[in-house]
Structures are given as structure tokens and as C-alpha cells.
């Protein structure tokens, strides 16, 4: 069954007029309908025009266009150039023709209003009947069959809304990928249908009749089908556009990369997530437990080091979770001071303290239907403590010096570098708050443990801060690399950032070198290539295919004399060593003093 429709504007005498003459031109399984913006009875003036030419519509119910919905048609056929004014949507749609006929001129008399009725309906008896004899339907049909069993056909899922929000073109890989059916969504605001919006904070049409988007976009997101899973998708969205360059509308195209994700996150192959960068093991976890703890409203408490990425990783989290289109408010508890700190979180009323001459929201409210992160959440003082426990309780709290209970819908993040669990067994922090804080712990590894990342982090910062303007392609040597990966970090990837900054400075030509790095960068360097030196194999076996005096001396008297200590420690076997020391004389007897008192001890220690 297909389904043919006339739209026309508020009175639809044109397209009544059009399903009158289509009713018996249209073949077998083909349904005709017509519709106006608005609904109507049939004008008698009509009624006794169409009875003139020999069709009867009196038994025709006039219906609007938006009860229908024109997703359900195969052709659409408007017949008013205003309709395109009020209902843009209808330009977006598969199967649309536009006859734009004229539009009713000033009557001043009944005679030229039946004048123009008579003249309108020979013009469309006229169209209508070449629509059908003409082949022009089937054509139609045709195309718009094909168009859509092409897009039906791709792996990636498309959809398209009108400036406020209405699905029209669903094809089935986004029915796969969302588990809705097209017949679910179709003239539904994207907003009802998906959680959040199909985009979350993304959307291009957040108000609407209002885009965004002025050129294609491609963004990752997250999104939640109908039976509840959490899926990863790469989206690319283009606007829509009419001729006059006005947007009618978002065309987006998205595919499933949930699967491919998971195989990055087994193979070690994932480099970053929700901007955090990393490809270590360690971080591979990290990024699994975003992952799970962003489908849920679970406290979290992130712990590690300063400078290891505690607020990346709780922006993380809440960007990937349903409340990425609310408010993400931070809050550093260590840099407020104890005085400020209650007013800050929870507000205060207007009187409650010296200065306060007027009511303040508190962070706590900013952040409704959000998340808030409490970064060195365990400065907070033992009041402040009582008061964040009530709201993780009962999500209620009173402004400071108010009597007014205020209640939030928040997730809370906390952050911190100090150990909780001990502070709170010396009663240095509430006990019951620390375990409503950490519900879903994350542990952050310092950089020393995650070597792997610094090359991926460094060449990072380098692209992120390098100047374009010279067109100079800047690069880490290798000797740079090197020590960049020996050192230990003791300010994380804070460090690493600002040490990759002070390198930009320095260096003016050429590639980064060793000399490039902060001095406490270079010194620790060349004192581990130093201490090496005296201490690793390499050194003394395979500096040269040939093993040396000195090195041999040296070697033998790190190990107390050992030689089988010291055949390790060059790289060589004992009966290599025990050669090298005949050859060169170096048994007891024919060495000078010094050496002989050497041989004593070797043999007295095998």
C-alpha cells in the first residue's frame, strides 16, 4: 500500500480539490489523502466547482497536517508556497513536490472568486492527471524507493529532524543501533524519544528552530538504547538547508564503534578517552571504570598524585554519563578558605554574616540535575563534612543562615591526594562520610608507573603548545625522549606539560635536544648515565666486541673480587673472563702489588 498526499494552507480547498481528481486516476493500492495546515470543512463554493467537472467530494473529511504526520506518506505533493513558511519540515522529506500554485489573488465579488476556484481547478485536473498518465507517480515512487533502500542499506545509521526536534528519516541501521523502531520516532521530538536528546549536550538544535551547526561536525558520544545499553557512537551532522540558505532541519549519520572500543581496550591499542591520553595497561583500566561508573549515579572518589589528571578524569565521567547536559561544577576545597568555604558549597541569605547583602546560590544548587566535583575534598573542615553527609543522605541542605530547606539532584565526585581511609582511623575524617565518598573508588598511577604514555603525552603537549606560526616541525631527539622517559616525575603529567613548554622556549631551531630540558630534567639524567656506567653489563661487554683492562679491574672490584659476579655484571661467560685474565697476566704472582693483593681476595672469595 502507498500513500499519496495534497497539502495546501489554512482553507486546503486546493488539495481537496487534488484527492477529488486523484481518486480514480490513482492506481490499485494507492491511498489519497489531502490536509491543510489547519482542519476545516469542505467550502461549499468548492464542493459545487468540483460538482461542475463531474466529481463529488462531499463525502471527504478534511484533516491537518500535523495530526497525520507526512513521515507515514510515500509522495507529498504541496500546492501552496506557504506551507513551506509554516511547516519547514516538509522540505526535508523523501518523495516531496512542490507545485506552488498560485496563491488566492484580492476577490472583490462572488463572480471572481468562482472565476478563480474554476481556473485553479483546471490547473490541477490538469497536473493530476499527468501525475498518473503521464508516468510522473510511478517515476516518484520509484526514486523515492530507491533512495531509501540505499540508505537502508549502508551500516551507518541515519536520522534527520525538522527545527523542532522531528524525526522524519529513520533508516534501519539506526533502528539496529537504537533498538527503536522508525515508526516509534517518526514525528517525535529526538528529545522525548532518547534520554537527554539522541546528541546530549551536543545537540545542534538545543532550542528550537535555532542551529548550531554552520558546518559538518564529528563528535563521539554515548548513548542509552531502548532496552537500557550503553553505546559508543562516532557521529558526523551536517544542517540542512532550504535555497534561501535557511536551516530546516539536521541530516547525522552516526556508527556503532562500541565493539570496536572494547577490542582497542583488550588489545592495548586505545590511545584516548573522553580527552584523557594514555595506552597504558593501567590507564586501559582507568578507562573501563569511567566507562561502567558514567551509566550510573554511584559517588566516586578518585585518588592519586598532583598532577596525575583527577579533574580530567571526573570531567570524564560525567561526560560520558545522561547528566553531560547539566552543569559540571568544580570546586577546589583546599584553595577556599575555611571561613568561605560553607558559603560557597551551600550559599547564604541575605544578613547571614558581614557582607552578605544579598541571597547566594552555593555551588551545590549551580550544579542541580549536574555533577560536582570536590576537588582535596579532605580539607574540608569537620562542620563542612556534617553538612556534604546530610546531602549525600537526603539531598537536602539550608543556605548558611538561612531556615529554608533546599533540595538538589546531584552526583558528586571527589578528588584527592591524601589518604582517606587513614585520616579517617585517625579521626581526621568523618568515617561515614568517607565510605558514602567512595562507593566506586578510581586510582590514578603516578607517571613513573605509566613510562609507556610519556612519548604519546609528550608529543601531545608538543602539538598542543608549539608555535604554528614559524612552520617549523618540532620534535624530540632521541637522547631527549630518554630522559624524559628515565625520569621519575614527582609532579606527574603536570610536569611533563610545563617541562615540554620550557623546551619550546629554549629551543629555537632544530629538534628538542637534552640541552632544551630544565636543568633538574638534564643533571638527573646525566647522573643515571653516570651511575651506569659503573653498574650496568652494557658498559663494560659491549661498549667493544673486545673486553678491557680497565673495565675488568673496575668490574672485579665492584663484585669484592667475585669473577663469576663479574663475568655477569660484563656480559660474558666465566670461561670468557677466566681467559681474558690469563692472556693479560693477570694471575696472582705477575701483577704489580695492587692487582696481586686484587687476585687474593678474588680467589679467596670464589
Request: proline share 4%; charged share 25%.
Amino acid at each position: 500500500m502507498s500513500k499519496l498526499l495534497f497539502v495546501d494552507e489554512d482553507n486546503a480547498c486546493a488539495s481537496q480539490m487534488a484527492e477529488g481528481f486523484a481518486r480514480p486516476l490513482a492506481p490499485p493500492g494507492v491511498e489519497v489523502i489531502s490536509a491543510g495546515l489547519v482542519r476545516g470543512e469542505i467550502d461549499p463554493l468548492v464542493r459545487e466547482v468540483m460538482a461542475e467537472a463531474g466529481q463529488d467530494i462531499s463525502a471527504h473529511r478534511p484533516k491537518r497536517l500535523t495530526e497525520l504526520g507526512v513521515q507515514q506518506f510515500d509522495i507529498v505533493i504541496v500546492l501552496s508556497a506557504r506551507v513551506k513558511e509554516k511547516y519547514p519540515v516538509i522540505q526535508g522529506i523523501h518523495g516531496v513536490v512542490f507545485w506552488d500554485l498560485s496563491d488566492r489573488p484580492q476577490i472583490k465579488s462572488e463572480a471572481e472568486l468562482y472565476g478563480f476556484l474554476r481556473s485553479l481547478r483546471r490547473e490541477i485536473q490538469r497536473r493530476v492527471t499527468e501525475l498518473f498518465t503521464h508516468g510522473y507517480f510511478a517515476a516518484l515512487l520509484t526514486l523515492k524507493n530507491n533512495a531509501e533502500r540505499i540508505l537502508d542499506n549502508l551500516k551507518e545509521g541515519v536520522v534527520a529532524h525538522d527545527v523542532y526536534r522531528r524525526i522524519f528519516f529513520f533508516n534501519r541501521a539506526a533502528e539496529k543501533i537504537t533498538g527503536f523502531r522508525r515508526e516509534e520516532v517518526f514525528g517525535r521530538d529526538c528529545h522525548r524519544v532518547f534520554p537527554y536528546g539522541f546528541c546530549g549536550g551536543k545537540c545542534s538544535f538545543q532550542e528550537t528552530g535555532a542551529c548550531i551547526v554552520d558546518n559538518p561536525a564529528a563528535y563521539s558520544l554515548d548513548i542509552t538504547t531502548k532496552d537500557g545499553e550503553q553505546k559508543r557512537l562516532e557521529m558526523s551532522v551536517v544542517a540542512m538547508k532550504d535555497n534561501a540558505g535557511e536551516p530546516i532541519g539536521i541530516l547525522a549519520s552516526y556508527r556503532d564503534q562500541t565493539r570496536v572500543l572494547e577490542l582497542e581496550h583488550r588489545l592495548g591499542e586505545l590511545q584516548q578517552f573522553s580527552g584523557i591520553i594514555g595506552h597504558d595497561h593501567k590507564m586501559l583500566e582507568v578507562f573501563e571504570t569511567i566507562r561502567e561508573v558514567a551509566a550510573t549515579n554511584v559517588t566516586v572518589l578518585i585518588q592519586g598524585e598532583t598532577g596525575t589528571g583527577k579533574e580530567l578524569v571526573a570531567a570524564a565521567i560525567h561526560n560520558e554519563s545522561l547528566r553531560r547536559v547539566k552543569p559540571f561544577v568544580v570546586v577546589n576545597c583546599g584553595a577556599l578558605p575555611e571561613g568561605t568555604l560553607e558559603s560557597e558549597l551551600f550559599g547564604h541569605v541575605k544578613g547571614a554574616f558581614t557582607g552578605a547583602i544579598r541571597d547566594k546560590k552555593g555551588r551545590f544548587e549551580i550544579a542541580d540535575g549536574g555533577t560536582i566535583f570536590l576537588d582535596e575534598v579532605g580539607e574540608l573542615s569537620p562542620a563542612t563534612q556534617v553538612k556534604l553527609l546530610r546531602v549525600l543522605q537526603e539531598g537536602t541542605f539550608e543556605r548558611v543562615g538561612g531556615e529554608k530547606t533546599v533540595k538538589t539532584d546531584i552526583r558528586v565526585i571527589s578528588a584527592t591526594n591524601r589518604d582517606l581511609r587513614e585520616m579517617a582511623a585517625q579521626g581526621k575524617f568523618r568515617e561515614d562520610l568517607y565510605y558514602r565518598l567512595c562507593v566506586m573508588p578510581v586510582t590514578l598511577p603516578p607517571l613513573r608507573e605509566r613510562r609507556n604514555d610519556i612519548p604519546l603525552l609528550a608529543r601531545h603537549f608538543l602539538k598542543l603548545h608549539a608555535p604554528r606560526s614559524d612552520g617549523r616541525d618540532v620534535f624530540l631527539s632521541h637522547r631527549a625522549l630518554s630522559a624524559l622517559m628515565d625520569y621519575d616525575w614527582p609532579g606527574n603529567i603536570r610536569q611533563l606539560q610545563n617541562a615540554v613548554q620550557f623546551a619550546l622556549v629554549k629551543c629555537r631551531q632544530g629538534p628538542i635536544d637534552l640541552e632544551h630540558l630544565p636543568p633538574e630534567i638534564t643533571a638527573a639524567h646525566r647522573g643515571r648515565h653516570q651511575s651506569r656506567s659503573f653498574s650496568r653489563p652494557e658498559t663494560y661487554g659491549r661498549m667493544s666486541t673486545k673486553l678491557r683492562a680497565e673495565h675488568v679491574s673496575r668490574a672485579l672490584e665492584e663484585t669484592g673480587g667475585n669473577k663469576v659476579q663479574a663475568a655477569r655484571l660484563l656480559g660474558v661467560g666465566r670461561a670468557t673472563l677466566y681467559r681474558f685474565l690469563a692472556r693479560h697476566n693477570l694471575e696472582p704472582g705477575k701483577t704489580s702489588t695492587t692487582e696481586a693483593q686484587r687476585t687474593q681476595r678474588w680467589n679467596a672469595t670464589e
